[in-house]
């Protein structure tokens, strides 16, 4: 069925490199014309790629470790947060036309049943960052924050997929076990690496993501974005009150005003960290800060027009230092405030880049997001996206030579998926004009 799928893919995707572009001024009937071609790379070669394929019958849960063929890599542990990544696109998908909704909800279910039988840790609350490939074992207790924000956003996802009370019920516990175990009242935003009990992992003591004690850009940015979901599928006060907080965390505390670029390590009071690791931009980073804080205060009802200075700044910066002029995409990382030196593409740099151009194209009209984003979508057509095997490769060299596996223990159909769901359901709006804040 995959072959099958993946040969009219690559048949269809000749055709689209062959058809002239047309053109008008808003630049909307070029979108328009995308639209079937991201609906085949969501349904084609990425949803045929990973479904049913990482359904593990036998131990519950998903399989993610797959080579650059799709070849199976063997058994390897089962991480929290791709677990969680992968329920959340299950159930993502199973509101979405034209996905078979009992399928969907079903392999959203089989991830379900494995993270509340296998990574709930029982006595201390909370889910373990790993578990061995059956789920037998724990080979990792520590609770960092990173890890259980995705189960958040998966649960409050498949809550809205299904209807379910009891799932809602799940994600509530976890969020009132976030407010009283880790979140900050003094500095705002949450404390992210504990142990085993929720004893916090002492400063310059090492986690399973690095030193105790920091606060970090990316955990803050999924933490908004569970909370965003969070708070559709129950509308509580208390999960627009920690949006609101987090819009101005990540609207401010982790950005450096001078550059107007984000940095992503900072000591519990915001304090950016001093050390030359710690002052490099991530351009993916920075531009799906963008498109989630739009969507944030959108969840919220409050108006992103104040922040729109900030978001054509963070996105000029990532076109200034990390855009490919001449073949399109975006590069990994650089110093702040100066050109990429690591100039590899990664897969979930370009994913999230697309969405966060389609939003400021929407918002702005401004030209040079519409451009941007066409350019990445064809250096991805041409170079990223493996119509052969299915998904994406996870890595595009400065030589344009292809490296990685399909999935890992970090890489699967999350952020491929995500971005053809989120630019797809942009696409639909086109017809109503212009977004409003």
Not at 224 to 239: F, I, K, Q
Not at 315 to 323: E, K, M, T
Not at 370 to 383: D, N, V
């Amino acid at each position: 069925m995959l072959r099958l799928s993946l040969d009219r893919l690559r048949r269809m995707r000749r055709s689209w490199l062959r058809t002239p572009r047309a053109h008008d001024s808003g630049g909307d009937a070029r979108l328009r014309a995308l639209a079937p071609r991201l609906e085949a790379t969501l349904r084609d070669n990425i949803v045929g790629f990973w479904h049913p394929r990482c359904l593990d019958r036998a131990h519950g849960g998903y399989v993610t470790g797959f080579g650059p063929r799709g070849e199976p890599t063997g058994e390897t542990p089962r991480r929290l947060v791709i677990q969680a990544r992968m329920l959340w696109l299950f159930a993502r998908l199973a509101t979405e036309e034209p996905y078979d909704r009992r399928a969907m909800l079903a392999a959203a279910e089989h991830g379900y049943r494995f993270l509340c039988e296998r990574m709930l840790d029982h006595r201390h609350g909370g889910y373990y960052w790993e578990v061995d490939a059956r789920g037998d074992r724990v080979t990792s207790a520590e609770k960092h924050l990173y890890g259980q924000a995705f189960l958040l956003y998966a649960f409050s996802q498949y809550a809205i997929a299904s209807g379910r009370g009891d799932v809602l019920e799940h994600a509530g516990r976890l969020m009132d076990l976030l407010e009283t175990t880790a979140h900050d009242a003094v500095h705002a935003g949450y404390q992210e690496s504990f142990r085993e009990d929720w004893s916090p992992v002492p400063g310059g003591e090492r986690g399973c993501l690095g030193p105790g004690g920091l606060k970090r850009m990316n955990t803050h940015l999924h933490l908004l974005e569970a909370m965003t979901v969070y708070h559709r599928a129950s509308g509580r006060a208390l999960a627009r009150e920690r949006i609101l907080e987090l819009i101005t965390v990540l609207a401010n505390a982790v950005v450096r005003k001078g550059v107007v670029a984000c940095t992503d390590q900072h000591d519990r009071d915001w304090r950016p960290r001093p050390e030359p690791h710690a002052r490099r931009v991530s351009y993916g980073h920075d531009l799906e800060n963008v498109w989630l804080l739009i969507d944030a205060c959108e969840a919220a009802g409050v108006s992103h027009s104040p922040l729109h200075d900030l978001f054509r700044g963070l996105s000029a910066n990532a076109l200034r230092h990390g855009f490919d002029a001449r073949n399109g995409g975006f590069y990994l990382d650089g110093p702040l405030g100066r050109r990429a030196d690591r100039r590899q593409k990664v897969w979930w740099v370009q994913a999230e880049a697309l969405i966060a151009l389609l939003r400021m194209s929407r918002i702005t009209r401004d030209p040079q997001f519409l451009s941007a984003f066409e350019r990445t979508w064809q250096f991805l057509e041409r170079h990223q996206i493996d119509w052969e095997h299915g998904e994406w490769h996870a890595t595009v060299a400065p030589d344009g030579s292809v490296h990685g596996d399909k999935g890992d223990r970090w890489k699967a159909g999350y952020h491929t998926g995500r971005s053809m769901l989120e630019c797809l359901a942009l696409l639909r709006t086109l017809e109503a004009g212009p977004r409003s804040a």
